[in-house]
Structure formats: structure tokens, C-alpha cells
């Protein structure tokens, strides 16, 4: 079993800033890609930023230069680090990783989610 646990979110008014993190534990032999994804009220849920293994990240277009992904691997962790915000960065916000497995299985796990508010 794989366990996804997130802290940091909270509220916060519109310029300020956010720091997300998401701690894996279990039975891990390998994190791959590890991301966060959000889901506002009446919205689909939307994939923010991803992170590989090796360091690559991705952003969506819309927290490019506001958001930015890290991982620290000795300690099976994501950050993300949530600047400028805005309103419209309101949402459920979801850690999410593609684990390997001690039983050599690959499957994607996700957070419970931690609440992001931000007012205006």
C-alpha cells in the first residue's frame, strides 16, 4: 500500500503565497512522475504541474511563472510553491504520483486533497 499525504493549504488573499507539500510513504520501490493536480467547484479537474523522476517539470499554461514544482527524493516528497495567486486558483489541490511498487507494480495514487482559497 501507498499513502499520499498533503499539508499547506489554506487561505490566503489575492499576491500572496502558498507552499504545498505531499509526503509518500509505504511500500515503495520507485516514485516516478510525481505532480499535483486541482479541481475548483463545477470544474474538471486539472493537472498543474508534473515532475519526473529526473527533475523535468511541466506546468499548465496557466500557473506558468506563479507555480513552481519541486521534489526532494531522499524524502519521497513534492512541493509546490504557489506564488501571485489569484481567485481563480481556488480549488481541492491533489497530490499525485506514479509509484513502482516493492512488489514491482506501477499504479497512480492520489492525495486526499488539501483546500486552497483565495480571496480577493
Known amino acids: 500500500q501507498v499513502q499520499l499525504v498533503e499539508s499547506g493549504g489554506g487561505l490566503v488573499q489575492a499576491g500572496g503565497s502558498l507552499r504545498l507539500s505531499c509526503e509518500a510513504s509505504?511500500?515503495?520501490?520507485?516514485?516516478?512522475?510525481m505532480g499535483w493536480s486541482r479541481q475548483a467547484p463545477g470544474e474538471q479537474r486539472e493537472l498543474v504541474a508534473s515532475i519526473t523522476n529526473g527533475g523535468n517539470t511541466n506546468y499548465a499554461d496557466s500557473v506558468k511563472g506563479r507555480f513552481t514544482i519541486s521534489r526532494d527524493n531522499a524524502k519521497n516528497t513534492v512541493y509546490l510553491q504557489m506564488n501571485s495567486l489569484k481567485p481563480e486558483d481556488t480549488a481541492v489541490y491533489y497530490c499525485?504520483?506514479?509509484?513502482?511498487?516493492?512488489?514491482?507494480?506501477?499504479?497512480?495514487?492520489w492525495g486526499q486533497g488539501t483546500q486552497v482559497t483565495v480571496s480577493s
Open positions: 509505504g511500500s515503495i520501490f520507485r516514485l516516478n512522475f
Open positions: 499525485l504520483a506514479e509509484v513502482t511498487t516493492t512488489t514491482r507494480a506501477t499504479a497512480l495514487y
